[in-house]
């Protein structure tokens, strides 16, 4: 690729991301468009619809100054630790790109352009320069100038681990502060215990009590078994369904009327389309609180339960302890927040859970190998050889300057991305069926999924470009593998420069404008009224957290190799400063809590990145023919696995629980709390399952204003 093409492809994305802040910067400030663009503040009262006004047709940069002057305590206050700790991704990749793109665009760039090992950097036909001018190949082998390229490795190394640490260790503290300045919460005082063994004599509420009570007398208080309710939840959604759809008749008299007998319905009796729907609804609700009387049967009893605590100590002592002699009955987990239970499954025995853990890494395993055939069409756009040859009819049109610039330069990265988004809500689905029990967990582990499967996808298989068997004996043969890496890599820095741009820049982008809930928008107000409710959307971490890091990723990998790529990353990373920084203000509002139980992953996946970093010089340096360098690059890598344990030691216990300290200590400052007799009372009812809970749709089933029976 040459410069002229990056320049084609960076010259549009920057029109889009002009035209989305112009377009954002208007449509926000229209009343319609308040759920889409305000909907947080909009729930909270604090925005509301007004009159027309001149002023909201002409952009302005107001939602900017704004968000730039967030505090990290307001925004604490906002978004919770998580968003904090979210924010601090994007800080952290500022920090360590601005350092490394002043070594790389002032000292790596410049020497990359005095080689002549590919070609001589053409001043005067700037635009005409292929891009692997700026590249460690255009360095003459064996030249002592790759020392420069040497000891930049060493150098940004220590700064990331450096920022690694800190970072590590500020987060961790806030975890702490975060913890002690809590008041009690349901969930630290409460477990979860699946795979409860079954008797014939007893239920399993009686058995749970039983157990608990013996082991842990003093500590123990209360348990809650949890109910199969399945059948009551999809009746829950196909009545709210129905009242949807009686709201938009109401809204509409002119649909309100249907015929029903007759032939082919053509001649019948007309009757009230509200009335129909409403005799529905009146019955699914008789068929919920019959099921939800069923529910509370014995024989509907999972073989799971959240037990109750009278202290923090009590419910840890109780988690980290194996329950029983058989290690797979009686198992525990820490309870997340009633809020972030996700009620819809329960792997009621070890072996299912087992089973669907399985099951979920073949069908991910399988949508990873299919995901290579548009990376494989991606890269057949990045050659116009290959393309005349496929497609020769395509030749005469492939000749135009301008149309090969965008085929080569914006097409192919416009295609991945387009493939891309159908990832991260398969990923999120295939985890759901694990047999997780909050929200969290799914979240957090179908980040990783997006994250691992990014980086084979989008990563290796766009390095080694080729069919999976290929990609896969690259792979497996250990020895070569940093000889392939060396070669490959350097290879595809264009088509990473211009992926950046292209998906990075119009993602973060589109992020702001929110193309896809306008256009949902759109469709359903003629079918709404604005007293209608709506629901607050949270960040989806398994979508935005990946993201991020995959191009953290690439700027590592990328730095010596193809410091090019810097100013562009470091682009991406201050619009996604800005912009979510504005969407935790008016957009995002946390659906729950984990004090940045994520952090781990975003070191890990730096450490992976410098790893990747250290082999690829290792090979690159032996390629180049500077076996010196190459030799003394080996014990980096050693280094950075030395450290990376010792982070591990250090920090990540504090994200996996609380210690005896912490916990002790906030159980001795609840003794003097009063309010605490109130709280275990509240504490019995807050894991009741929302589909037990009674629910009232139709106007004539007062009836169902009772509780289910117990």
Same mark, same amino acid.
């Given at each position: 690729?040459?410069?002229?093409?990056?320049?084609?492809?960076?010259?549009?994305?920057?029109?889009?991301?002009?035209?989305?802040?112009?377009?954002?910067?208007?449509?926000?400030?229209?009343?319609? @468009?308040?759920?889409?663009?305000?909907?947080?503040?909009?729930?909270?009262?604090?925005?509301?619809?007004?009159?027309?006004?001149?002023?909201?047709?002409?952009?302005?940069?107001?939602?900017?100054?704004?968000?730039?002057?967030?505090?990290?305590?307001?925004?604490?206050?906002?978004?919770?630790?998580?968003?904090?700790?979210?924010?601090?991704?994007?800080?952290?990749?500022?920090?360590?790109?601005?350092?490394?793109?002043?070594?790389?665009?002032?000292?790596?760039?410049?020497?990359?352009?005095?080689?002549?090992?590919?070609?001589?950097?053409?001043?005067?036909?700037?635009?005409?320069?292929?891009?692997?001018?700026?590249?460690?190949?255009?360095?003459?082998?064996?030249?002592?100038?790759?020392?420069?390229?040497?000891?930049?490795?060493?150098?940004?190394?220590?700064?990331?681990?450096?920022?690694?640490?800190?970072?590590?260790?500020?987060?961790?503290?806030?975890?702490?502060?975060?913890?002690?300045?809590?008041?009690?919460?349901?969930?630290?005082?409460?477990?979860?215990?699946?795979?409860?063994?079954?008797?014939?004599?007893?239920?399993?509420?009686?058995?749970?009590?039983?157990?608990?009570?013996?082991?842990?007398?003093?500590?123990?208080?209360?348990?809650?078994?949890?109910?199969?309710? @399945?059948?009551?939840?999809?009746?829950?959604?196909?009545?709210?369904?129905?009242?949807?759809?009686?709201? *938009?008749?109401?809204?509409?008299?002119?649909?309100?009327?249907?015929?029903?007998?007759?032939?082919?319905?053509?001649?019948? *009796? @007309?009757?009230?389309?509200?009335?129909?729907?409403?005799?529905?609804?009146?019955?699914?609700?008789?068929?919920?609180?019959?099921? *939800?009387?069923?529910?509370?049967?014995?024989?509907?009893?999972?073989?799971?339960?959240?037990?109750?605590?009278?202290?923090?100590?009590?419910?840890?002592?109780?988690?980290?302890?194996?329950?029983?002699?058989?290690?797979?009955?009686?198992?525990?987990?820490?309870?997340?927040?009633?809020?972030?239970?996700?009620?819809?499954?329960?792997?009621?025995?070890?072996?299912?859970?087992?089973?669907?853990?399985?099951?979920?890494? +073949?069908?991910?395993?399988?949508?990873?190998?299919?995901?290579?055939?548009?990376?494989?069409?991606?890269?057949?756009?990045?050659?116009?050889?290959?393309?005349?040859?496929?497609?020769?009819?395509?030749?005469?049109?492939?000749?135009?300057?301008?149309?090969?610039?965008?085929?080569?330069?914006?097409?192919?990265?416009?295609?991945?991305?387009?493939?891309?988004?159908?990832?991260?809500?398969?990923?999120?689905?295939?985890?759901?069926?694990?047999?997780?029990?909050?929200?969290?967990?799914?979240?957090?582990?179908?980040?990783?999924?997006?994250?691992?499967?990014?980086?084979? @996808?989008?990563?290796?298989?766009?390095?080694?470009?080729?069919?999976?068997?290929?990609?896969?004996?690259?792979?497996?043969?250990?020895?070569?593998?940093?000889?392939?890496?060396?070669?490959?890599?350097?290879?595809?820095?264009?088509?990473?420069?211009?992926?950046?741009?292209?998906?990075?820049?119009?993602?973060?982008?589109?992020?702001?404008?929110?193309?896809?809930?306008?256009?949902?928008?759109?469709?359903?107000?003629?079918?709404?009224?604005?007293?209608?409710?709506?629901?607050?959307?949270?960040?989806?971490?398994?979508?935005?957290?990946?993201?991020?890091?995959?191009?953290?990723?690439?700027?590592?990998?990328?730095?010596?190799?193809?410091?090019?790529?810097?100013?562009?990353?470091?682009?991406?990373?201050?619009?996604?400063?800005?912009?979510?920084?504005?969407?935790?203000?008016?957009?995002?509002?946390?659906?729950?809590?984990?004090?940045?139980?994520?952090?781990?992953?975003?070191?890990?996946?730096?450490?992976?990145?410098?790893?990747?970093?250290?082999?690829?010089?290792?090979?690159?340096?032996?390629?180049?023919?500077?076996?010196?360098?190459?030799?003394?690059?080996?014990?980096?890598?050693?280094?950075?696995?030395?450290?990376?344990?010792?982070?591990?030691?250090?920090?990540?216990?504090?994200?996996?629980?609380?210690?005896?300290?912490? +916990?002790?200590?906030?159980?001795?400052?609840?003794?003097?709390?009063?309010?605490?007799?109130?709280?275990?009372?509240?504490?019995?009812?807050?894991?009741?399952?929302?589909?037990?809970?009674?629910?009232?749709?139709?106007?004539?089933?007062?009836?169902?204003?009772?509780?289910?029976?117990?």
């Amino acid at each position: 690729m040459i410069v002229s093409a990056l320049l084609t492809s960076v010259g549009i994305n920057t029109a889009l991301c002009v035209l989305f802040f112009a377009l954002y910067s208007i449509l926000r400030k229209q009343p319609s @468009n308040y759920e889409v663009y305000v909907p947080r503040l909009l729930a909270e009262g604090t925005s509301r619809r007004s009159r027309f006004n001149l002023k909201r047709l002409i952009p302005s940069p107001d939602w900017v100054a704004k968000a730039w002057r967030l505090s990290e305590e307001e925004l604490l206050s906002l978004s919770g630790l998580d968003g904090v700790v979210f924010m601090h991704i994007i800080t952290f990749s500022l920090k360590i790109f601005t350092f490394a793109g002043i070594i790389g665009i002032l000292v790596l760039l410049p020497v990359n352009c005095w080689g002549n090992q590919l070609q001589d950097f053409d001043v005067v036909d700037f635009a005409g320069n292929s891009l692997d001018v700026f590249t460690i190949s255009n360095v003459n082998s064996g030249s002592n100038w790759l020392w420069v390229h040497f000891f930049a490795v060493y150098i940004v190394t220590g700064f990331i681990c450096l920022q690694l640490y800190y970072e590590y260790k500020y987060i961790a503290s806030k975890r702490i502060s975060y913890f002690y300045s809590s008041k009690p919460q349901p969930h630290q005082f409460t477990i979860l215990v699946h795979s409860i063994p079954t008797s014939s004599s007893c239920s399993i509420s009686d058995s749970v009590e039983s157990f608990f009570k013996e082991l842990y007398p003093s500590t123990y208080l209360s348990h809650v078994v949890i109910r199969r309710t @399945n059948k009551i939840r999809s009746l829950l959604s196909e009545a709210k369904n129905l009242c949807k759809r009686i709201t *938009q008749l109401r809204s509409d008299p002119n649909q309100q009327k249907y015929k029903h007998g007759g032939y082919f319905g053509l001649f019948g *009796q @007309n009757d009230n389309l509200i009335d129909h729907y409403g005799r529905k609804l009146e019955d699914i609700e008789h068929n919920v609180r019959l099921k *939800q009387s069923e529910a509370s049967l014995a024989g509907k009893e999972a073989r799971a339960a959240f037990v109750f605590f009278r202290s923090r100590f009590g419910a840890a002592t109780a988690f980290h302890l194996q329950q029983s002699v058989n290690p797979t009955q009686w198992i525990t987990e820490l309870a997340p927040e009633p809020r972030d239970v996700y009620w819809p499954f329960f792997s009621e025995t070890f072996m299912r859970k087992w089973i669907s853990r399985l099951v979920v890494i +073949l069908v991910t395993t399988l949508f990873t190998i299919l995901f290579l055939i548009p990376v494989v069409i991606v890269q057949g756009l990045t050659n116009l050889s290959q393309l005349e040859i496929l497609f020769p009819f395509l030749a005469s049109v492939l000749t135009i300057k301008f149309v090969s610039q965008v085929i080569t330069g914006y097409l192919p990265s416009l295609i991945l991305q387009m493939s891309l988004k159908v990832v991260p809500p398969v990923m999120r689905f295939l985890t759901s069926i694990q047999g997780s029990i909050s929200l969290s967990d799914i979240e957090m582990s179908a980040s990783r999924k997006v994250l691992w499967f990014t980086i084979w @996808n989008v990563f290796f298989a766009t390095v080694f470009s080729g069919s999976f068997l290929h990609q896969l004996s690259v792979i497996l043969d250990l020895k070569d593998i940093p000889g392939k890496l060396a070669v490959a890599v350097p290879a595809q820095a264009s088509f990473f420069i211009t992926y950046v741009a292209t998906t990075g820049w119009t993602s973060v982008s589109s992020e702001l404008f929110r193309i896809i809930p306008l256009i949902v928008s759109l469709i359903k107000r003629p079918f709404t009224r604005p007293e209608d409710e709506f629901e607050v959307p949270s960040l989806p971490p398994h979508r935005d957290v990946p993201r991020v890091l995959f191009f953290g990723l690439l700027g590592i990998t990328y730095f010596f190799l193809a410091p090019l790529i810097l100013p562009f990353l470091l682009v991406y990373f201050c619009l996604a400063y800005i912009i979510f920084r504005n969407q935790f203000i008016n957009v995002y509002a946390p659906k729950y809590e984990t004090a940045g139980k994520f952090w781990p992953i975003v070191h890990d996946s730096m450490i992976f990145a410098l790893v990747l970093m250290h082999i690829i010089a290792v090979g690159t340096f032996a390629l180049k023919k500077l076996s010196s360098a190459s030799t003394w690059m080996l014990p980096l890598p050693v280094l950075t696995l030395l450290f990376n344990q010792y982070c591990r030691k250090r920090f990540l216990p504090i994200f996996t629980a609380y210690s005896a300290e912490s +916990l002790i200590k906030k159980d001795r400052e609840d003794q003097n709390d009063t309010t605490m007799a109130e709280f275990y009372d509240k504490l019995v009812i807050a894991y009741k399952d929302p589909a037990l809970l009674p629910i009232q749709y139709s106007p004539n089933s007062d009836s169902l204003l009772s509780p289910p029976v117990t």
